[in-house]
C-alpha cells in the first residue's frame, strides 16, 4: 500500500466512524477524544487528516452530497418521464436515509447542534440543491410532456421536498425504529395524482 493509499483508507476509516457513532449514539455529542478511542487512534492522528471536527462533518456532508446527485444524474439519463424521476428520486433518498441512519442525524440536523453555522448552512444547501432539482423536473414535464403542476412548479417541489425532509426527521425522531420507507409506496399514490395535469388545448 503506498502512503497516499494509506492516508486515504485511513480518512475514510475516521468518516465511517463517525458515521458509526452519529448511529449508535442518537441525542450523544460527539467528542474527538470519543471518535479517536473509536478508530484506535490518538487524537492528534485524527488532526493528522482533518484540521477540526467540523471538517469532518463537513466529509461526511460531501459524501452524502456526492451519493445522492451521482445517483439522481443517472436517474434523469434512464428514466424519461417526469413522474418516473420524481419517484425514483424520493425513492433514492428514502431508501439512502433508511441505509445510513447516521447520515440522517446530519441531515436532520439533530446532531449540529453547537456546531459551526457553516455545516448547517451545508445541510440547507442539500435541500435547496434537491429542491432545484424538482423544480427543474417538473418544468420539464411542461415543455417536453405538455403536463403542467396544479400549482407552480415552485409551490409543488417545496412540498416534495418537505416530504423527504419530514420522513428523515421521524426516522431520526424514533431513533430509527420508524424507516423512511415505510408505507411509502401508498403514500406515492396518494401524492402522484396531484402533481400534474395535462395541459389544456
Not at 497516499?4 to 467528542?31: C, N, W
Not at 403542467?148 to 417545496?158: F, G, Q
Request: charged share 25%; hydrophobic share 40%; aromatic share 4%.
Amino acid at each position: 500500500m503506498t502512503k497516499l493509499e494509506e492516508k486515504l483508507s485511513r480518512r475514510d476509516q475516521i468518516l465511517q466512524s463517525l458515521a458509526h457513532m452519529l448511529e449508535t449514539q442518537p441525542g450523544a455529542r460527539i467528542t474527538t477524544a470519543n471518535l479517536a478511542r473509536e478508530v484506535g487512534v490518538s487524537e492528534a492522528a485524527l488532526y493528522r487528516h482533518f484540521p477540526s471536527k467540523a471538517k469532518m462533518l463537513e466529509g461526511l456532508i460531501s459524501y452524502i452530497e456526492e451519493v445522492i446527485f451521482t445517483r439522481i444524474n443517472r436517474i434523469l439519463a434512464d428514466v424519461p418521464d417526469a413522474l418516473g424521476r420524481i419517484e425514483h428520486t424520493l425513492t433514492l433518498i428514502l431508501t439512502f436515509a433508511e441505509k445510513n441512519p447516521g447520515m440522517c442525524r446530519l441531515l436532520s440536523g439533530d446532531a449540529l447542534s453547537g456546531e459551526t453555522d457553516r455545516l448547517r448552512d451545508r445541510i440547507h444547501q442539500v435541500f435547496e440543491r434537491l429542491e432545484t432539482q424538482l423544480r427543474q423536473i417538473l418544468r420539464d414535464a411542461e415543455v417536453h410532456e405538455g403536463k403542467l403542476t396544479m400549482v407552480t412548479a415552485s409551490a409543488t417541489a417545496n412540498l416534495l421536498t418537505a416530504v423527504v425532509e419530514g420522513r428523515i426527521r421521524q426516522y431520526v425522531r424514533s431513533e430509527f425504529k420508524q424507516p423512511p420507507t415505510g408505507r411509502w409506496d401508498e403514500q406515492w399514490q396518494l401524492l402522484q395524482p396531484a402533481l400534474l395535469r395535462e395541459r389544456q388545448v
